[in-house]
């Protein structure tokens, strides 16, 4: 017996030893940049003049082909705002209008060996929700200047990010930069709707004139401001993977009747159990590469004990996934989600249905595939009654390196335009664009780097959709500075 407790005191002696010396050789991954003093951008009237009449040119996109053929002149309105409000940019850069209603700009480098970068925002926005009008501060399309803000739909998402890249444009061309490495600057109109002829034919434009690009940058994540749990700075999330998309429909047919002389299990009842099986069987947690490198990245700044428990990941990963699942939005870092969207069934209330249908939207976490969802979704229902379809999909995408020359161009650039900012890679739960270029480029970052709290990122997509215009100016800063840190940026994989 004496034994045995010397035994044990000697492993707890020596994993406490191990957790100690983990979490004190921890290093910061962090990057202290000059003297640390931010590159700021005093207040540019005319640039907030410029996001403002953006936001004014309505360019809500449609999935249905007619509705969005209603609304080319909106778009073409829209291109031609750009091409007059940035003459030195589209005198200076080829450009190419793709199908009409996307563009695609090239910046000319002198060093062909040089992959070229391409950075990406989307024109488009999403309509309003008419019951929620009334909600706006400031009218949605008004591009309103007030209060410090710039108010309307697609302030953040995304035209915010898509004038700014001009701004900086422009900004550079005034400076004299001549580049080296050869930049792309792209924007399509159907983002909000799967992108399919917009970034799909920018996309397929670039294959078919053989691009493979080194770097590419798209919107997704952001400067999250006391979002991210235990973390007292703000956080430049940078999204280094994307989800993949899912959707299955599950059909069910059996005979129906007169409601007053009911089957002891109709279609309805069999679909609703099966629709509650897949709810009440959620995927396993997992964590991705991206989730590992946000631990990796966050563990030095977290406070004690949670500092200790992030260095050692090896022993608590468990206790990590569990404490992420306990919010929705950690959750949906940490596991293959699924929720029942559309249900389709009955026509009166004294008819019992014959027909009925649901479909089940999946968001599945690199490292798995929609097939292994499929079959698992199978497996769940059990039931050869239900009939199960798998509909639209997208693999989750591939995740690029934090050590990755690209990756690092960014938190450099974090580094110098924020110095207050903490970097880490994260997982983008959401869809975007950067899905058509996935074969186009082995170095995907989806950042928007402005700052947003909890109530901005609602705002997206949401009511009183605004950026505030200090943000705005960093964020203009931070791409003049990218393409600039991009011509002499060196990392040893520097290509
Ligand atoms: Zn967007």
């Known amino acids: ?87 030195l940019v589209f005198n200076s850069l080829e450009d190419t209008v793709i199908g009409g209603r996307n563009i695609l700009l090239k910046w000319k480098g002198s060093d062909s060996s040089l992959p070229p970068a391409i950075l990406y925002a989307h024109m488009d926005v999403v309509p309003i929700e008419q019951n929620t009008i009334s909600q706006w501060k400031h009218a949605p399309f008004s591009g309103q200047i007030a209060d410090g803000y710039i108010w309307g739909r697609g302030a953040l998402d995304d035209k915010g990010s898509l004038v700014s890249i001009f701004e900086a444009l422009t900004r550079c061309l005034q400076k004299g930069l001549k580049p080296a490495r050869t930049i792309y600057i792209a924007s399509g109109s159907d983002e909000e709707v799967g992108g ?25 994540l952001m400067i999250a401001r006391g979002v991210v749990p235990n973390i007292k700075k703000d956080v430049a999330l940078i999204g280094t993977a994307e989800k993949g998309y899912l959707t299955i429909e599950l059909m069910v047919d059996m005979p129906g009747g007169h409601s007053s002389k009911p089957q002891k299990e109709t279609a309805l009842d069999v679909l609703v159990k099966a629709v509650k099986k897949v709810h009440d069987k959620p995927f ?46 950690g959750n949906a870092l940490v596991r293959t ?49 239900v009939q199960i379809i798998s509909g639209e999909r997208v693999e989750p995408s591939q995740s690029t390196p934090a050590n990755s020359w690209g990756f690092k161009l960014l938190q450099k650039t974090s580094a110098e335009v924020f110095p ?48 505030k215009i200090p943000y705005f100016m960093e964020t203009i800063r931070f791409y003049e500075t990218l393409l600039n840190n991009m011509q002499t940026f060196s990392a040893e994989n520097r290509k």
């Open 420 to 467: 207050d900012v903490i970097v880490a890679p994260s997982l983008m739960i959401g869809s975007t664009d950067s899905k058509h270029f996935a074969d186009l480029t082995d170095a995907t970052y989806r950042f928007f780097p402005t700052r947003m709290d909890n109530e901005a990122i609602g705002s997206i997509h949401g009511i009183n959709e605004r950026i």
């Open 1 to 87: 017996m004496k034994k045995f407790l010397l035994f044990i005191l000697t492993v707890l002696v020596i994993l406490t030893g191990i957790l100690a010396f983990n979490t004190l050789s921890l290093k910061s991954k962090q990057l202290i940049s000059g003297n640390g003093v931010a590159l700021q951008l005093p207040v540019d009237e005319k640039a907030v003049e410029h996001l403002s009449r953006a936001i004014q040119i309505n360019t809500i996109s449609f999935a249905d082909s007619l509705k969005m053929a209603d609304a080319l002149p909106r778009f073409d309105s829209f291109i031609g705002f750009l091409k007059s409000t940035y003459p």
């Open 284 to 329: 396993e947690k997992m964590v991705s590469p991206s989730t590992i490198g946000f631990i990796d990245y966050l563990a030095c700044e977290m406070p004690m004990p949670l500092k200790l428990v992030f260095a050692n990941k090896w022993l608590f990963k468990s206790l990590i996934l569990s404490e992420y699942a306990k919010t929705d939005a």
């Open 196 to 220: 399919k002829t917009g970034a799909e034919s920018i996309a397929s434009y670039c294959r078919q004139n053989k691009l493979h690009f080194g770097f590419y940058e798209d919107e997704g």
């Open 337 to 385: 989600t699924g929720v029942a969207t559309v249900m389709n069934a009955g026509l009166q209330d004294n008819v019992i249905p014959t027909k009925v249908s649901a479909k089940i939207n999946f968001r599945i976490l690199p490292g798995q595939s929609t097939q292994q969802v499929a079959e698992k979704v199978k497996e769940i229902i059990d039931d050869s009654r």
